[in-house]
């Protein structure tokens, strides 16, 4: 079997997701970033002969199969069609299009270059408990599904530090400018795997709460969560957040049929609790089940080895059985499906600015809806091209880090 080699755009993210392509036995042969400290922590990490590149016009010409899109959060859309014009198959993480324009040429690119894989790197949907939660709904014995929950519940400390100096590093940062809408795959993408089901209406209220006091703080969004319904092909409801801040941290995920419903129990690590009514309830099960789920797969030392609870290797393993079969990937992780989450996250913060206005998730299947927003470029975020931001950022559109909050986080900097 032919060796796939592996470029990573995006070294520091990219660095922890070519551990598992190396597992899988793929060569890691170059890693471009602009960030030159980052780029020599991958190199080590990488290990072997890997190039390394500061310019994405000189990394693109390397040879490589197959490149990992761990660029910045909103700006993965133009690298893959660059790639795609290349015939590189394409690893993208998290929303595919910053906005609605992107997601109509990304589109388009797919169809120009169809022997060119596009993956969405999404890894939530193959945590354990969410295997677990598709295995059951596969089964049949929740009916027919009409309600689901994905949330991505993720606060963090003000006074985290070392997170502010690796993440958020400079004031026009994208986490500095992050809608809570946005950051959406990790919620929506594994509901959307369980039920097979694709939003078409989108609407979204916020909950405003600022960060408070006297820290390093650079962030215009005062709010802490997005609170976003959609209604979706099959008549199913959604409920989803983006990346929320409330309470305590967890991945909550719920499935709900005519006939029973299944979820994994907040702050109880992976287990699972499946419930039936007495009249729905199937012979081998209980009207309520409580149980840890296994991986039931061959892979399992290596899965467990990985990051993200496993989801790591798992979601690069099937992006190369793509390559190696000729076929592109399986709801939700292809290009279309990727435009429509991105489609949900762009315009859930459309609905909340709005007081919660309904929008309709375009088919980008059809011209008429691709004539519609192939100029929309409305984007919350500064772009490294020097490109300024047209839409607030959060529900108070004047809502700004206090001048002692970025002062601090300024200091941590020495500026």
């Given at each position: 079997m032919k060796t796939i080699?592996?470029?990573?755009?995006?070294?520091?993210?990219?660095?922890?997701?070519?551990?598992?392509?190396?597992?899988?036995?793929?060569?890691?042969?170059?890693?471009?970033?602009?960030?030159?400290?980052?780029?020599?922590?991958?190199?080590?990490?990488?290990?072997?002969?890997?190039?390394?590149?500061?310019?994405?016009?000189?990394?693109?010409?390397?040879?490589?199969?197959?490149?990992?899109?761990?660029?910045?959060?909103?700006?993965?859309?133009?690298?893959?069609?660059?790639?795609?014009?290349?015939?590189?198959?394409?690893f993208s993480e998290c929303i595919s299009n910053g906005t609605m324009a992107e997601g109509v040429e990304l589109i388009r690119a797919s169809e120009k270059y169809p022997d060119v894989v596009y993956?969405?790197?999404?890894?939530?949907?193959?945590?354990?408990?969410?295997?677990?939660?598709?295995?059951?709904?596969?089964?049949?014995?929740?009916?027919?599904?009409?309600?689901?929950?994905?949330?991505?519940?993720?606060?963090?400390?003000?006074?985290?530090?070392?997170?502010?100096?690796?993440?958020?590093?400079?004031?026009?940062?994208?986490?500095?400018?992050?809608?809570?809408?946005?950051?959406?795959?990790?919620?929506?993408?594994?509901?959307?795997?369980?039920?097979?089901?694709?939003?078409?209406?989108?609407?979204?209220?916020?909950?405003?709460?600022?960060?408070?006091?006297?820290?390093?703080?650079?962030?215009?969004?005062?709010?802490?969560?997005?609170?976003?319904?959609?209604?979706n092909d099959d008549g199913s409801i959604f409920r989803i957040t983006g990346c929320a801040a409330f309470g305590a941290h967890h991945n909550a995920y719920r499935i709900c049929g005519t006939e029973g419903q299944i979820e994994n129990l907040r702050g109880m690590g992976a287990k699972i609790m499946l419930r039936y009514n007495s009249w729905t309830k199937p012979e081998d099960k209980e009207e309520v089940n409580l149980y840890d789920p296994g991986w039931n797969d061959p892979d399992e030392q290596k899965i467990t080895a990985s990051g993200h609870g496993g989801s790591d290797y798992i979601t690069a393993r099937m992006f190369l059985d793509c390559i190696r079969e000729g076929h592109q990937p399986e709801h939700p992780f292809h290009v279309h499906s990727a435009v429509a989450m991105s489609s949900v996250a762009i315009l859930a913060h459309r609905s909340m600015l709005e007081g919660g206005k309904p929008y309709?998730?375009?088919?980008?299947?059809?011209?008429?809806?691709?004539?519609?927003?192939?100029?929309?470029?409305h984007t919350p975020y500064y772009g490294t091209d020097g490109s300024e931001p047209d839409l607030p950022v959060c529900s108070h559109p004047d809502y700004k880090p206090t001048d002692e909050q970025m002062q601090c986080y300024l200091d941590l900097f020495g500026r």
């Open positions: 080699k592996v470029g990573v755009f995006g070294a520091g993210r990219g660095a922890d997701l070519a551990g598992n392509f190396q597992r899988l036995g793929c060569e890691i042969t170059a890693v471009c970033d602009f960030h030159e400290e980052r780029l020599q922590k991958a190199a080590a990490r990488i290990g072997g002969d890997v190039t390394l590149y500061r310019s994405f016009d000189e990394f693109i010409e390397h040879d490589m199969d197959a490149v990992i899109l761990a660029n910045f959060f909103h700006e993965h859309a133009p690298y893959a069609i660059r790639c795609m014009e290349k015939g590189i198959h394409i993956f969405l790197a999404e890894n939530y949907p193959q945590m354990i408990f969410n295997r677990e939660m598709q295995r059951v709904v596969k089964g049949g014995t929740l009916g027919k599904i009409i309600y689901a929950e994905g949330e991505y519940n993720h606060p963090g400390d003000p006074m985290d530090i070392g997170f502010k100096k690796t993440y958020t590093y400079f004031t026009k940062h994208w986490r500095n400018f992050n809608p809570r809408t946005y950051y959406i795959t990790h919620s929506l993408g594994p509901v959307m795997r369980a039920t097979g089901a694709t939003p078409k209406t989108v609407t979204a209220f916020a909950a405003f709460a600022p960060v408070e006091g006297k820290v390093p703080h650079a962030s215009y969004s005062g709010d802490r969560a997005a609170i976003i319904t959609t209604q309709e998730i375009p088919d980008f299947h059809t011209e008429e809806a691709r004539k519609q927003y192939e100029n929309d470029r």
